[in-house]
């Protein structure tokens, strides 16, 4: 079982920045990819980034360049630093725990809401 707790959204102006951290429970932290989702109204969820046990990293092509996803194995913390914001940035950005087997259990976190003013 693994709990996620978000944090650090808010609202910024366009080209600001903001750091999102996750908060994980559980031992197997550091065997899981990790990654950061967001939803907007109206739209389906979507990765955003995601790291890897190993720490490699990949990004959705409307992200690459402008944010950068971290994690520290000793605190169980993942990290999205989030920079040049833009609006249609906005949405609820969802911590996930990836499954450590193919047909394994992931897990969500609640989310927290990131909103971009033009």
């Known amino acids: 079982q693994v709990q996620l707790v978000e944090s650090g959204g808010g609202l910024v102006q366009a080209g600001g920045s903001l750091r999102l951290a996750c908060a994980a429970s559980g031992s197997s932290f550091r065997l899981r990819p990790m990654g950061w989702y967001r939803q907007a109204p109206g739209k389906k969820r979507e990765l955003v980034a995601r790291i890897r046990s190993g720490g490699s990293t990949n990004y959705a092509d409307s992200v690459k360049g402008r944010f950068t996803i971290s994690r520290d194995n000793a605190k169980n913390m993942v990290y999205l630093q989030m920079n040049t914001l833009k609006p249609e940035d906005t949405a609820v950005y969802y911590c996930?725990?990836?499954?450590?087997?193919?047909?394994?259990?992931?897990?969500w976190g609640q989310g927290t809401q990131v909103t971009v003013s033009s």
């Open positions: 996930n725990a990836g499954a450590l087997y193919i047909g394994g259990e992931e897990y």
